[in-house]
């Protein structure tokens, strides 16, 4: 099936440095991807669009300008958090829609020390 | 929003069948009904997927109610690597899936 490959897969960074997610699709094309964030014992909570060649659409309460993302090729997908804090440590998530459904990349475990 | 209600939680044991409820009174005609599992520390994993008819794949079986308020998830035969949070989804084609709290499944060997 249509896979999508992210990395990396965990990741510690310091307060105030940036850290960039990539997410691939495989096999297909994604012209949009889904960028999910999940909190330790909470369901998945979307965050941004992701729209191959124009600008990402941002969930009410997201902060654009903090998770920057870029969405070049029909391929790839990247996420970054910008002058990251410990409130961003979290496990972030992408996905993008297939014929059957979805298939979400294995997640990002992101902790910020 | 697209909203389900499931149990937060469900026990089962090892090698019995395992039905997961999902109601999703407010569903349209068009939108989808998705599953799928979250193994832990991984990402969601498609289960299976239905809009009318009952849905049989090599992981599960999907029931859907006639009226289309609710589901049933069917597992046959529970396995240990059965265990995850089962997320019922309903969802228009294209659009992006919104996750409600799931059911957190547990097999007892």
């Known amino acids: 099936g249509a896979v999508v490959s992210q990395h990396p897969s965990w990741v510690i960074c310091k307060s105030g440095t940036s850290v960039k997610i990539e997410c691939r699709s495989l096999?297909?094309?994604?012209?949009?991807m889904f960028w999910y964030r999940q909190f330790p014992k909470q369901s998945l909570m979307l965050m941004a669009t992701s729209n191959e060649g124009s600008k990402a659409t941002y969930e009410q309460g997201v902060e654009k300008d903090k998770f920057l993302i870029n969405h070049a090729s029909l391929t790839l997908s990247t996420l970054t958090v910008t002058s990251a804090h410990p409130e961003d440590s979290s496990f972030y998530i992408c996905s993008a829609e297939v014929g059957y459904g979805y298939t979400f990349g294995s997640g990002t475990r992101l902790t910020v020390v | 929003d697209a909203k389900t209600t499931q149990p937060n939680s469900m026990e089962s044991n090892e090698e019995e069948p395992v039905h997961l409820p999902c109601n999703h009174s407010t569903i349209s005609g068009t939108d989808y009904i998705h599953w799928y599992r979250q193994l832990p520390s991984q990402g969601p994993e498609y289960v299976i997927h239905g809009l009318t008819s009952n849905v049989n794949n090599r992981m599960a079986s999907l029931a859907i109610a006639e009226d289309r308020k609710s589901s049933t998830l069917i597992l046959h035969r529970a396995t240990l690597r059965d265990a995850a949070v089962y997320y019922c989804i309903h969802s228009n084609a294209g659009n992006m899936l919104t996750f409600g709290g799931g059911t957190r499944l547990m097999v007892k060997p």
């Open positions: 096999d297909f094309q994604a012209t949009t």
